[in-house]
């Protein structure tokens, strides 16, 4: 009886957006009288960091600090169209929206102050925190806010915007089955190393390094969140997480925390990533979707590890203790044999 | 079952309760007392350490403790204890190192980290572990919040040196 090491790696290539003839995402832009701009939309928050994320966007396209952003989002009752906050879409399809609808609104922005400067909006730029000046003039300034109250108490314009992102759906070539059914492809590729107890069947992930190329990150600190949250994930898919019995009765099945077995702070290893960022052509600000391909890699990864450690072929998850140990009394048989 | 009414002191607070024999903390907390919801309720069995509270300083589940037991003691859950120092100091611990995302975890979590470091304010990696290995999170993978816990107590025992070397990392 031992501990093995071994070392497996796997890779994923994960698309963002479908083509195949709707996958929408809206949303829209307005300036408030007291100058904070509200991005409305429906996708939801749920921790990845949605509204982080969101607010640069808009923050970046109107040129206003990320302060006089608030993101009101998640209530599809009164919320203009999301398809969906799944598959790793909503940085590309809700980010691509909101730069729409803030183009909109800075337009609407730019025009009013155009009249308060007795300008060319053409001539306007913003600095970003929170002023619009004249090109080269920084004294001919005024505060977005300033531009946003006086939009509507005086010249009668609501600086809002709308915005939706929809691709033209993508037919299959009848004569070639080609088409383009997504908008952009995030790669990554995970390797880990494991160590195997080959009389308990207990199997420890000892490190779990990945690269990720996930266009342009948005936000590195929140990329980060996903890789990591990510990685665990994957390690309970690979060894603990099932909902089947354990034994052939259903009332062996897991039904809560204290027998669905998760991996805890203890099984963690140290995981390593890097990043790459090739900016996406139709990503917002060359963004791409980093979300589900977190927890994709990690998983074969383990279970080659698990292989290259025991010189066997599990090919099932999870790989508990019991199907290390029956690997392993497959390959004596054989090998006695 | 018959129903009970007995008095508890809540965030500093001596609350009448009615309850009978299987009411539990949990119930009385997010229920009858004001929306308390700091206290989650990810399991009602004593499986995630998201209702995590402190009575008379010591970690409970409170899922799991009945309230009819709990007459005179003192009950603190996180909006109690919000502001004091000790708190303060392991919230921004855990925003420093990204340790909440969904935030479902993050009370219970908080409130483990204090009663760890009440005890035992210089823990080691394994002591940090076992505390917190009765609380579920689904989100972060427990790395950025081990990191939190770490930086906590360095801020809180550390004295002038550890709130310079935080405020270097912040900057
Ligand atoms: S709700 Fe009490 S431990 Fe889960
Ligand atoms: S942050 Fe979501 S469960 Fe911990």
Not at chain 1, 112 to 140: F, Q, R, Y
Not at chain 1, 255 to 263: A, E, K, Q, R, S
Not at chain 1, 265 to 280: D, F, G, H, K, R
């Given at each position: 009886?031992?501990?093995?090491?071994?070392?497996?790696?796997?890779?994923?290539?994960?698309?963002?957006?479908?083509?195949?003839?709707?996958?929408?995402?809206?949303?829209?832009?307005?300036?408030?009288?007291?100058?904070?701009?509200?991005?409305?939309?429906?996708?939801?928050?749920?921790?990845?960091?949605?509204?982080?994320?969101?607010?640069?966007?808009?923050?970046?396209?109107?040129?206003?600090?990320?302060?006089?952003?608030?993101?009101?989002?998640?209530?599809?009752?009164?919320?203009?169209?999301?398809?969906?906050?799944?598959?790793?879409?909503?940085?590309?399809?809700?980010?691509?929206?909101?730069?729409?609808?803030?183009?909109?609104?800075?337009?609407?922005?730019?025009?009013?102050?155009?009249?308060?400067?007795?300008?060319?909006?053409?001539?306007?730029?913003?600095?970003?925190?929170?002023?619009?000046?004249?090109?080269?003039?920084?004294?001919?300034?005024?505060?977005?806010?300033?531009?946003?109250?006086?939009?509507?108490?005086?010249?009668?314009?609501?600086?809002?915007?709308?915005?939706?992102?929809?691709?033209?759906?993508?037919?299959?070539?009848?004569?070639?089955?080609?088409?383009?059914?997504?908008?952009?492809?995030?790669?990554?590729?995970?390797?880990?190393?494991?160590?195997?107890?080959?009389?308990?069947?207990?199997?420890?992930?000892?490190?779990?390094?990945?690269?990720?190329?996930?266009?342009?990150?948005?936000?590195?600190?929140?990329?980060?969140?996903?890789?990591?949250g990510g990685a665990w994930m994957g390690i309970g898919h690979a060894l603990y997480e099932t909902t089947a019995p354990y034994y052939p009765a259903i009332d062996h099945a897991p039904y809560d925390f204290l027998n669905y077995v998760i991996p805890g702070a203890a099984e963690m290893p140290e995981v390593q990533c890097e990043i790459l960022e090739y900016p996406s052509e139709t990503g917002p600000y060359g963004a791409k979707g980093v979300g589900e391909m977190v927890a994709n890699a990690p998983i074969p990864a383990i279970v080659n590890a698990i292989n290259n450690a025991l010189d066997v072929c599990i090919g099932e998850i999870p790989v508990t203790p019991e199907v290390v140990l029956r690997a392993l009394e497959e390959k004596a048989r054989a090998d006695g044999a | 079952m018959t129903a009970k009414i007995l008095s508890l002191n809540v965030n500093g607070r001596d609350e009448t309760i009615l309850c009978d024999g299987l009411t539990t903390l949990q119930e009385v907390l997010r229920d009858q007392l004001g929306l308390l919801t700091s206290v989650k309720d990810g399991c009602t069995q004593g499986g995630c350490g998201s209702c995590s509270v402190l009575v008379d300083g010591e970690l409970w589940l409170s899922c799991l403790a009945?309230?009819?037991?709990?007459?005179?003691?003192?009950?603190?859950?996180?909006?109690?204890?919000?502001?004091?120092?000790?708190?303060?100091?392991?919230?921004?611990?855990?925003?420093?190192?990204?340790a909440a995302q969904c935030g479902f975890c993050t009370p219970g979590m908080i409130l483990t980290v204090k009663a760890l470091l009440d005890a035992n304010p210089e823990p080691s990696h394994d002591e940090i572990l076992e505390a917190l290995s009765g609380n579920l999170c689904r989100c972060t993978g427990y790395l950025p919040i081990v990191e939190a816990v770490k930086d906590a107590a360095a801020r809180l025992s550390g004295g002038a040196d550890a709130a310079r070397a935080s405020e270097g990392r912040e900057g």
């Amino acid at each position: 009886m031992a501990k093995l090491r071994g070392t497996g790696m796997a890779a994923v290539n994960y698309p963002t957006g479908m083509h195949l003839g709707g996958d929408p995402t809206m949303a829209l832009v307005h300036a408030t009288s007291s100058g904070s701009f509200v991005v409305t939309l429906s996708s939801v928050e749920l921790g990845q960091g949605l509204k982080t994320v969101l607010a640069q966007i808009a923050a970046e396209t109107l040129g206003v600090p990320l302060e006089a952003v608030v993101v009101d989002t998640g209530d599809t009752d009164t919320g203009p169209h999301c398809s969906g906050t799944g598959a790793s879409r909503t940085t590309h399809r809700a980010g691509n929206a909101v730069i729409a609808a803030a183009k909109e609104a800075r337009q609407e922005m730019l025009d009013v102050a155009a009249e308060m400067l007795e300008v060319s909006a053409d001539d306007l730029v913003t600095d970003g925190k929170g002023n619009i000046h004249v090109k080269g003039v920084v004294e001919k300034s005024l505060p977005a806010a300033e531009v946003a109250a006086a939009g509507q108490f005086v010249y009668g314009k609501s600086i809002s915007g709308r915005g939706i992102f929809l691709p033209p759906a993508s037919k299959q070539d009848p004569e070639t089955g080609e088409s383009a059914p997504y908008s952009t492809q995030a790669h990554a590729c995970t390797v880990v190393e494991v160590e195997v107890d080959t009389e308990t069947g207990a199997v420890r992930v000892l490190s779990l390094k990945s690269v990720y190329e996930i266009g342009r990150q948005v936000n590195p600190e929140l990329v980060k969140g996903q890789i990591v949250g990510g990685a665990w994930m994957g390690i309970g898919h690979a060894l603990y997480e099932t909902t089947a019995p354990y034994y052939p009765a259903i009332d062996h099945a897991p039904y809560d925390f204290l027998n669905y077995v998760i991996p805890g702070a203890a099984e963690m290893p140290e995981v390593q990533c890097e990043i790459l960022e090739y900016p996406s052509e139709t990503g917002p600000y060359g963004a791409k979707g980093v979300g589900e391909m977190v927890a994709n890699a990690p998983i074969p990864a383990i279970v080659n590890a698990i292989n290259n450690a025991l010189d066997v072929c599990i090919g099932e998850i999870p790989v508990t203790p019991e199907v290390v140990l029956r690997a392993l009394e497959e390959k004596a048989r054989a090998d006695g044999a | 079952m018959t129903a009970k009414i007995l008095s508890l002191n809540v965030n500093g607070r001596d609350e009448t309760i009615l309850c009978d024999g299987l009411t539990t903390l949990q119930e009385v907390l997010r229920d009858q007392l004001g929306l308390l919801t700091s206290v989650k309720d990810g399991c009602t069995q004593g499986g995630c350490g998201s209702c995590s509270v402190l009575v008379d300083g010591e970690l409970w589940l409170s899922c799991l403790a009945p309230v009819a037991a709990l007459a005179g003691r003192a009950v603190m859950t996180l909006e109690g204890l919000k502001q004091s120092a000790g708190i303060a100091a392991i919230q921004q611990s855990f925003i420093d190192n990204s340790a909440a995302q969904c935030g479902f975890c993050t009370p219970g979590m908080i409130l483990t980290v204090k009663a760890l470091l009440d005890a035992n304010p210089e823990p080691s990696h394994d002591e940090i572990l076992e505390a917190l290995s009765g609380n579920l999170c689904r989100c972060t993978g427990y790395l950025p919040i081990v990191e939190a816990v770490k930086d906590a107590a360095a801020r809180l025992s550390g004295g002038a040196d550890a709130a310079r070397a935080s405020e270097g990392r912040e900057g």
